[in-house]
């Protein structure tokens, strides 16, 4: 499902900030956005998932406005956002029963997913009982459980540790691989966004610009940014970061 933002300005008040901000998302490709904090970013995440409204401009999935959420746009936030009082297993069933999918149902396909992001074994602990990573892997369990075909990320593994980021960074991108949903991204971490996005662009200070679009068409991944050295480098130093050091 392409999602397209169409001359998108946002203001809250006299705040100004989204200014002029168009682009498209085709079918499963996913699109990284990284800027500065505050400029807009998870804004445009709120306009795609029609928790917000722009001021001006619009925002079409498959060409039609959106006005409101839909199941078939899914935003996942870096908090996990589980039940503590409900199993992973029926936390992750609940996306299903909300859905009017009996509950015989639901668990067993959640009981199957769970199993996909190697929690075989925990579907009965609670929340607080296992690891952030775990809490997380669950939240895509839950996230891909309801086929969105627009899926929203908003800093998804932004408050874990680095090897359990690049563990969930290969299990997002064998899902997205398998269902092919149209992806926006918005992380901090740059390698984060050279690693999963076919494109990056790059924010200004609020009022959120792009000050340039990074493609990176048939790339091979890996975790070694050697092959992307230069635009990292470049992404970098358009977000006002030094990478040399001069004695």
């Not at 899926?151 to 269902?179: K, S, W, Y």
């Not at 975790?223 to 990292?232: F, L, N, T, W």
């Amino acid at each position: 499902m392409q999602l397209k933002f169409e001359d998108i300005k946002k203001r809250f008040g006299s705040l100004e900030v989204i200014q002029d901000f168009s682009t498209e998302v085709a079918d499963g490709e996913l699109v990284a956005l990284v800027g500065p904090s505050g400029c807009g970013k998870s804004t445009l995440l709120h306009l795609a998932a029609g928790l917000e409204k722009p001021s001006e401009g619009r925002v079409l999935a498959d060409g039609k406005m959106i006005t409101a959420p839909n199941p078939q746009r899914t935003l996942v936030f870096q908090e996990h956002a589980l039940y503590p009082w409900l199993t992973l297993k029926a936390n992750v069933a609940m996306a299903l029963e909300l859905q009017n999918v009996s509950k015989k149902q639901a668990f067993a396909e959640a009981e199957g997913w769970l199993e996909r992001v190697s929690l075989k074994g925990f579907e009965h602990y609670y929340p607080h009982q296992v690891s952030g990573g775990m809490r997380q892997r669950t939240a895509l369990a839950r996230a891909f459980m309801v086929k969105p075909q627009i899926l929203l990320l908003d800093e998804p593994f932004g408050a874990l540790d680095a090897l359990t980021r690049m563990a969930l960074q290969d299990v997002l991108q064998e899902l997205i691989a398998e269902h092919k949903p149209s992806v926006m991204l918005v992380t901090h971490d740059v390698d984060e966004a050279l690693y999963l996005a076919d494109r990056i662009l790059v924010f200004s200070q609020r009022p959120a610009r792009v000050l340039k679009e990074f493609r990176f068409e048939h790339c091979e991944r890996s975790h070694d940014q050697s092959g992307v050295a230069q635009q990292r480098k470049e992404i970098l130093s358009l977000l006002g970061i030094k990478t040399e050091v001069h004695a």
